[in-house]
């Protein structure tokens, strides 16, 4: 699957990835990303990849709507 596109969202903290993926599951688990193998505990952001500009526009309005991750 190729993921062509991408959103970088702002979090902080340890466990990035994790925190995502649980926020992923009950906020928009139709959508398919991709996820960078690691992210430094001393960044802000974290960029996603996503499949098509549809599914980025989903994960987005999802996110504004929950503001917490």
């Avoid at 952001?45 to 917490?68: G, N």
């Amino acid at each position: 699957m190729t993921f062509k596109y991408s959103v970088t969202l702002p979090i902080s903290g340890g466990n990035k990835l994790s925190r995502f993926k649980d926020w992923a599951e009950r906020h928009v688990p139709a959508v398919r990303y991709s996820l960078p193998p690691q992210t430094p505990i001393k960044t802000e952001t974290m960029t996603i990849r996503l499949a098509s500009l549809e599914e980025r526009q989903h994960l987005l309005q999802a996110f504004a709507r929950s503001s917490q991750m």
